[in-house]
Nanobody, 123 residues
C-alpha cells in the first residue's frame, strides 16, 4: 500500500509563486510515473504535469513556461514549482503515482492519489 501526501498549497496573489510537494510512503521500491492534476470548482480533474522516472517530463500548454515538475526518486518526492500564478490556476491540486514497484519488486497495478492541496490565486 502506498500513501501520497501533498503540501505547499495556499493563498497567493496573481503573479506569485508556490511550490507543491508530494511525499510517497509505504512498501515502495520504485515509482515509475508521478503526476500532478488539478480540479477547479465545477470542473473535472485535469492533468497539469507528468514525470517518468529517468524519462521525459511534460507540462500542459496552459501552464507551460510557468510550472515545472521535478522529482527526487531517492526521497520518493515530487514537486511542482508554480510561478506567475493566475486566477485561473485556482484549484485543488492532486498528486498521482502509477507504476509502483513494491519492496518485493512486484508491480502494483493501482493508481494512487493524494488527498489534494488547495491553491487559491486571488488579489
Amino acid at each position: 500500500q502506498v500513501q501520497l501526501v501533498e503540501s505547499g498549497g495556499g493563498l497567493v496573489q496573481p503573479g506569485g509563486s508556490l511550490r507543491l510537494s508530494c511525499a510517497a510512503s509505504g512498501s515502495i521500491f520504485s515509482i515509475n510515473n508521478m503526476a500532478w492534476y488539478r480540479q477547479a470548482p465545477g470542473k473535472g480533474r485535469e492533468l497539469v504535469a507528468y514525470s517518468t522516472a529517468g524519462g521525459p517530463t511534460l507540462v500542459v500548454d496552459s501552464v507551460k513556461g510557468r510550472f515545472t515538475i521535478s522529482r527526487d526518486n531517492a526521497k520518493r518526492t515530487c514537486h511542482l514549482q508554480m510561478n506567475n500564478l493566475k486566477v485561473e490556476d485556482t484549484a485543488v491540486y492532486y498528486c498521482k503515482a502509477t507504476g509502483v514497484r513494491d519492496a518485493g519488486f512486484r508491480v502494483d497495478p493501482k493508481d494512487y492519489w493524494g488527498q489534494g492541496t488547495q491553491v487559491t490565486v486571488s488579489s
